[in-house]
């Protein structure tokens, strides 16, 4: 299991910045991929970037251009640096560990940090 702690949420202008932190409980090297999803009311969680433990970055298409995901391996921590926030940025961004499992089949196993809310002013 892995326990994961967002932080860096808070209020911003349209334009402005924020860097989000994910704070691991296990090495990063042992999770087989990472991730930042947001979710606003009403509607589906959705993926902003992944990041493999060989280091294979995804962006969805919103944000390439304007976030940046990376990992810090010493400090065991997976950073989303967030550029040119728009209004429609604003959302729960939450963290997102996947650990493989072997058993009868190959498993995926998602744990998720407590969200930290991000909002972005017009």
């Known amino acids: 299991q892995v326990q994961l702690v967002e932080s860096g949420g808070g209020l911003v202008q349209a334009g402005g910045s924020l860097r989000l932190s994910c704070a691991t409980s296990r090495s990063i090297f042992s999770i087989n991929a990472m991730g930042w999803y947001r979710q606003v009311p009403g509607k589906q969680r959705e993926l902003v970037a992944s990041?493999?433990?060989?280091?294979?970055?995804n962006y969805a298409d919103f944000v390439k251009g304007r976030f940046t995901i990376s990992r810090d391996n010493a400090k065991n921590t997976v950073y989303l640096q967030m550029m040119s926030l728009k209004p429609e940025d604003t959302a729960v961004y939450y963290c997102?560990?996947?650990?493989?499992?072997?058993?009868?089949?190959?498993?995926?196993?998602?744990?998720w940090g407590q969200g930290t809310q991000v909002i972005v002013s017009s």
């Open positions: 990041i493999s433990g060989g280091g294979s970055i």
């Open positions: 997102n560990a996947k650990i493989y499992y072997y058993d009868d089949y190959v498993k995926t196993n998602d744990y």
